[in-house]
């Protein structure tokens, strides 16, 4: 097979990831990175630690979303 008739390979976006930093989950939605920290730390947005390291759990926060949708 040659590579004319290869798809051809894109990165994966940065959804694809069920976990995410708290750097790159402000990035994502643009807010400065201590009101991501706030809101984590107040439980307003689902995290999860692995050892040192505390990351946002998109794929809870899009069930919560997707949840509250459901019931309004």
Known sequence: ????????????????????????????????IGVITGFANRGYIPTVSIGKYSLVNLELLRKRCLDRDLKD
């Open 1 to 32: 097979m040659d590579q004319s008739s290869r798809p051809a390979m894109t990165a994966l976006p940065a959804y694809a990831s069920p976990v995410v930093t708290r750097e790159r989950f402000a990035e994502l939605v643009g807010l400065p």
